[in-house]
């Protein structure tokens, strides 16, 4: 099992920062890659970015190039999602996420925090 909690998010202005971070604990050896996915109200929830633990390679989707950054601290078992230049359409519940292989399902969620972009 690996547990994650989640932190930071927040409301904040369009074109403004915030930083979220995910902690991971347990059985993290068998964590393939860790992603942040988002859901907003009356949407599907996606996937924003991952990383892969292994060697820091990331996957982001289009709309959050060159904008968010995904990073990990293999030592601390952390993961964080720098997010710059938000817009109103980035507002939505941000959730952690954790599997243990590319064939498996994200199995492993954090509580999810919330992140407010006002225009």
């Known amino acids: 099992q690996v547990q994650l909690v989640e932190s930071g998010g927040g409301l904040v202005q369009a074109g403004g920062s915030l930083r979220l971070s995910c902690a991971a604990s347990?059985?993290?050896?068998?964590?393939?890659?860790m992603a942040w996915f988002r859901q907003a109200p009356g949407k599907e929830r996606e996937r924003v970015a991952r990383?892969?633990?292994?060697?820091?390679?990331?996957l982001y989707i289009d709309s959050v190039k060159g904008r968010f950054t995904i990073s990990r601290d293999n030592a601390r078992d952390t993961v964080s999602l720098e997010m710059n230049s938000l817009k109103p359409e980035d507002t939505a519940v941000y959730y952690c996420?954790?599997?243990?292989?590319?064939?498996?399902?994200?199995?492993?969620w954090g509580q999810g925090t919330q992140v407010t972009v006002s225009s």
């Open positions: 996420a954790a599997r243990n292989g590319v064939g498996y399902g994200y199995n492993y």
């Open positions: 990383i892969r633990w292994s060697d820091g390679t990331t």
């Open positions: 347990g059985r993290t050896s068998n964590v393939y890659d």
